[in-house]
Nanobody, 126 residues
Framework: VQLQAYGGGLVQSGGSLTISCTVSGRTPGFWAIGWFRQAPGKEREWVSS????????YYADSVKGRFIISRDTLNFRVTLQMNSLKPDDTAVYYCAAGDPMGIVVFPQTSQAYEHWGQGTLVTVSS
């Protein structure tokens, strides 16, 4: 399974940006997908996840109400629409694929994800 994240860039505080992750390889539609981010000098943190079975979505408190995760099942793509961005949202964003059963229980746990893509940098200027 291969994942490719793209769409990062520079945006002003209060602005919006959408990043995407395409899934390819073996059974691309099987996997639940999560987004994580890592800011300079900080540990990686979970952002959001979406189930592959019923489309259930999960959000970290820090982004709830501002970010929207969605899934394009035809094109095996997951997007993260980020609104009302803050400088604290600046980070490299990674997408990851995990077993749907595990993600339902522990969406925020990085160990639940088996495959990781390269990151895409999001920079929010103040």
């Amino acid at each position: 399974v291969q994942l490719q994240a793209y769409g990062g860039g520079l945006v002003q505080s209060g602005g919006s940006l959408t990043i995407s992750c395409t899934v390819s390889g073996r059974t691309p539609g099987f996997w639940a997908i999560g987004w994580f981010r890592q800011a300079p000098g900080k540990e990686r943190e979970w952002v959001s996840s979406i189930s592959s079975s019923d489309g259930s979505t999960y959000y970290a408190d820090s982004v709830k109400g501002r970010f929207i995760i969605s899934r394009d099942t035809l094109n095996f793509r997951v997007t993260l629409q980020m609104n009302s961005l803050k400088p604290d949202d600046t980070a490299v964003y990674y997408c990851a694929a995990g077993d749907p059963m595990g993600i339902v229980v522990f969406p925020q746990t990085s160990q639940a994800y088996e495959h990781w893509g390269q990151g895409t940098l999001v920079t929010v200027s103040s």
